[in-house]
């Protein structure tokens, strides 16, 4: 089992850019595929990224690539995404996410482990 902890949330302007945290507990954070999924008001919960155990392979949205980074840090049980050129539709509540199935469960926005999720606001 894996708990997470997300920050770094905020309002940025259009074309701003943060970076979200997640923390994690447990001493098998390696055994996960981490990523990050999102919820916007009244829509469903979508895949937004993930990095594979070792970190030697990332996956995207389609819609995403090219602004978005995922990473993380096995030696401090840490994830991050870092978001830049931010737009309007990306405002959503951002919540980290493990899984150890990441094509049936982590990239179709069911992943078995989210955090509290970070409020993320872009105003135009």
């Known amino acids: 089992q894996v708990q997470l902890v997300e920050s770094g949330g905020g309002l940025v302007q259009a074309g701003g850019s943060l970076r979200l945290s997640c923390a994690a507990s447990?001493?098998?954070?390696?055994?996960?595929?981490m990523g990050w999924v999102r919820q916007a008001p009244g829509k469903e919960r979508e895949f937004v990224a993930a990095?594979?155990?070792?970190?030697?392979?990332?996956y995207y949205r389609d819609s995403l690539k090219g602004r978005f980074t995922i990473s993380r840090d096995n030696a401090k049980t840490m994830a991050y995404l870092q978001m830049n050129s931010l737009k309007p539709e990306d405002t959503a509540v951002y919540y980290c996410?493990?899984?150890?199935?990441?094509?049936?469960?982590?990239?179709?926005?069911?992943?078995?482990?989210w955090g509290q999720g970070t409020q993320v606001t872009v105003s135009s």
């Open positions: 996410a493990a899984d150890q199935d990441l094509r049936g469960r982590l990239m179709k926005g069911r992943p078995d482990y």
């Open positions: 990095i594979s155990r070792s970190a030697g392979s990332t």
């Open positions: 447990g001493r098998t954070f390696s055994t996960y595929y």
